[in-house]
């Protein structure tokens, strides 16, 4: 399949797509890794809601590759966006669709229904309560979410200590923890009571210690495979270390003689297929995880590179060549996020890692998109 793609001088170049890759979806999830995908909303283009068909249909997705589905995370655009009310019901229809597909579900509980402003610690306690209420009545696992509220808040470490060591004993299973680096969201620049992120990893592990037994896990996206591996060393055993690192994820998720880390990932969205595949490679011991994983690098890298908090245009834009849904609009117009040479190297990237199923369909929505930019 050929197509013309601008250069960043808006040069006109021919460009002549690749076969896709094959991925047979597998019997079941992988064995020897946890593994979700931090999953997107599909927005209603005639309305200020979700296109809920579609949406629910790109976790059955997912599932379908044996992926966990973590939702309600900033891919589904909290914080950007995605009021509580839509939120809550996500959550609910997710989790009745997982008990359906028997695929595994976390959710992610913040304080976001709070107005913009400041809060107490007793407001953001509570506010957290009612969403941990709503996840675990729908019968999902809670992401404790990281709190902008509780960021603009806390005076130092002993304040998250203290809001967080009231919600964890309430738990009717354990949890997993957030921290979110201010790459993906500047409002929490000095999470955990320090800009320090010695300090901010030494706060973290005390509460994981106190409350070992409460926590299933922590996501930490910090984009720093080096410092995400020294701190997977200090956990205590059965706490595991779920990478967010959409930069290094293959050599994280492999780990070493001394652990490894599970997955929850918003690179996992786009990537499904290949990401299912090589999970099982590794349950296998076959040399074919590198080799299926090393394609998808560079695209995740394009895809969440500064601003990274504007990656979720890229994964939608994404969903749509793929053929996933049937339009490229967004929440908030974010659709509009990323620039034309940044979505046209996504385009190459993606065709590059075999990821684009159709590539007749891909093609013909590049060139629509391109010529509404005033760019074919």
Known sequence: ???????????????????PRAYPRPSGPPSSRVAYAAAHVVADPFGDSLDWDATLAFRRHLWSYGLGVAEAMDTAQRGMGLDWATTRELIVRSSEEAL????RIVCGAGTDQLPPGPATLEQITAAYEEQLGVIEGAGAVPVLMASRHLAAAARGPEDYAAVYGRLLPQLRNPAVLHWLGPMFDPALEGYWGSSDLDA???AV????????????????????????????????AGVRLYTGDDFNYPELIKGDAEGHSDALLGIFDPIAPAAAAAL????????????????????????????????????VFL??????????????????????????????????????????????????????????
């Not at 050929?2 to 690749?18: A, N, Q, R």
């Open 200 to 202: 901010a990893a030494d």
């Open 319 to 376: 969903a749509w060549l793929a053929g996933h849904q049937r339009h490229f609009r967004m929440v908030g117009g974010l659709e509009s996020a990323r620039s034309v040479p940044h979505l046209t190297r996504l385009f190459r990237l993606a065709d590059a890692a075999g990821l684009l199923p159709d590539p007749d369909l891909a093609a013909t929505r590049m060139r629509a998109w391109l010529t509404v930019q005033g760019a074919a």
């Open 205 to 236: 592990l005390a509460l994981i210690r106190e409350h070992a037994a409460s926590v299933d896990g922590v996501k930490i996206s910090l984009l720093d495979a080096g410092r995400e591996i020294a701190f997977r060393r200090r956990l205590p």
């Open 100 to 103: 359906s597909a028997g695929g």
């Open 280 to 315: 099982h490679a590794l349950d296998r011991g076959s040399d074919e995880y590198e080799e299926i994983f090393a394609p998808t690098l560079p695209l995740a890298r394009h895809l969440f590179e500064t601003p990274t908090f504007y990656y979720k245009t890229g994964v």
């Open 1 to 19: 399949m050929k197509i013309e793609l601008p250069e960043p001088d808006g040069t006109l170049v021919p460009y002549t797509m690749g076969e």
